[in-house]
């Protein structure tokens, strides 16, 4: 059964940082891209973050997380990391990671195939 599952959420002060991962089971994650997208309440599911797959490792962030966020793959776990540092209050969502079967990631939904059910992470004082 194809599964991602996302954990490392939590409730972090302003200036914070969490690393989320997106775990994998059922496929490899080395040669698809992957995507985190998150949905704050009351708004619409947002794209946050991708990676391309091993052939190319290319990385892709939302201007309103460049420079704070970071993506990364450990192969050998197959798990996509999102570092997220600098946290502020607009960045409480639930975070998701997704699979595009294909090797290039992309910022649109429709292009992504696997969901996980996301993680909770909240910024507040």
């Known amino acids: 059964q194809l599964q991602l599952v996302e954990s490392g959420g939590g409730l972090v002060q302003p200036g914070g940082s969490l690393r989320l991962s997106c775990a994998a089971s059922?496929?490899?994650?080395?040669?698809?891209?992957i995507g985190w997208f998150r949905q704050a309440p009351g708004k619409e599911r947002e794209w946050v973050s991708c990676i391309n797959s091993n052939s190319d490792g290319s990385t892709y962030y939302a201007d309103s997380v460049k420079g704070r966020f970071t993506i990364s793959r450990d192969n050998a776990k197959n798990t996509v990391y999102l570092q997220m540092t600098t946290l502020k209050l607009e960045d409480t969502a639930v975070y998701y990671c997704a699979a595009d079967p294909r090797p290039a990631c992309s910022k649109y939904e429709s292009e992504y195939d696997y969901w996980g059910r996301g993680t909770q992470v909240t910024v507040s004082s």
């Open positions: 059922g496929f490899t994650l080395d040669w698809i891209g």
